[in-house]
């Protein structure tokens, strides 16, 4: 079956870490770019990181930029999301999602279930 | 940054209805727009890509259109599964920024 299962999410003090990860099954993993979008309570969607199906490029929004590293194991079909220095505004639900297009032009296919981030003191 | 904004916020409409939604792109994205589908407690899905190609499996009353930084999404008529909140995405460039959502109620 075509999947993903995200992993890791739970209550953080502001200024702590925490890792997600995104268990994906069903497909070539190692092929495709794949996403971490988030979505604050009540709230829109906000696209967070990429990186490319090689793992050589990553992409980051200015709003987690230096804070948070997207990276991949395809030994383990896994994604992954360090998150540092945390802050009350990242308070949301993280979904990993699958990235299909043209080289840069990605848009996500396959979404997972998500894990859901608290920061709070 | 390129901005996405989804006209109107909100939407009544009942089973049955046509409907449509709007997205504008503060800039030319070409055609490099999805939208995507979210109910209530589930993450959400891909409804149509390169602004009007119907991803597989999605029912034809969807259909998509425009180009350059206005966009259209349509729902034929209306089914209660249809009852979700709708989103634009650009991936033209990053960041890959979403409109803000449409919220489509029963009337």
């Known amino acids: 079956e075509v999947q993903l299962l995200e992993s890791g999410g739970g209550l953080v003090q502001p200024g702590g870490s925490l890792r997600l990860s995104c268990a994906a099954s069903g497909f070539p993993f190692s092929t495709y770019a794949m996403t971490w979008v988030r979505q604050a309570p009540g709230k829109g969607l906000e696209w967070v990181s990429i990186?490319?199906?090689?793992?050589?490029?990553?992409y980051y929004a200015d709003s987690v930029k230096g804070r948070f590293t997207i990276s991949r194991d395809t030994s383990k079909n896994t994604l992954y999301l360090q998150m540092s220095s945390l802050r009350a505004e990242d308070t949301a639900l993280y979904y990993c999602?699958?990235?299909?297009?043209?080289?840069?032009?990605?848009?996500?296919?396959?979404w997972g279930r998500g894990t859901l981030v608290t920061v709070s003191s | 940054d390129i901005q996405m904004t989804q006209s109107p916020s909100s939407l009544s409409a009942s089973v049955g209805d046509r409907v449509t939604v709007t997205c504008r792109a503060s800039?030319?994205?070409?055609?490099?727009l999805a939208w995507y589908q979210q109910t209530p407690g589930k993450a959400p899905k891909l409804l149509m890509y390169e602004a009007s190609t119907l991803e597989s499996g999605v029912p034809s009353r969807f259909s998509g259109s425009g180009s350059g930084t206005e966009f259209t999404l349509t729902i034929s008529s209306l089914q209660p599964d249809d009852f979700a909140t709708y989103y634009c995405?650009?991936?033209?460039?990053?960041?890959?920024?979403f409109g803000q959502g449409t919220k489509l109620e029963i009337k």
């Open positions: 800039q030319s994205i070409s055609s490099w």
């Open positions: 995405q650009q991936y033209k460039t990053n960041p890959y920024t």
């Open positions: 999602a699958k990235s299909s297009g043209n080289y840069f032009h990605w848009y996500f296919d396959l």
């Open positions: 990186i490319s199906g090689s793992g050589t490029s990553t």
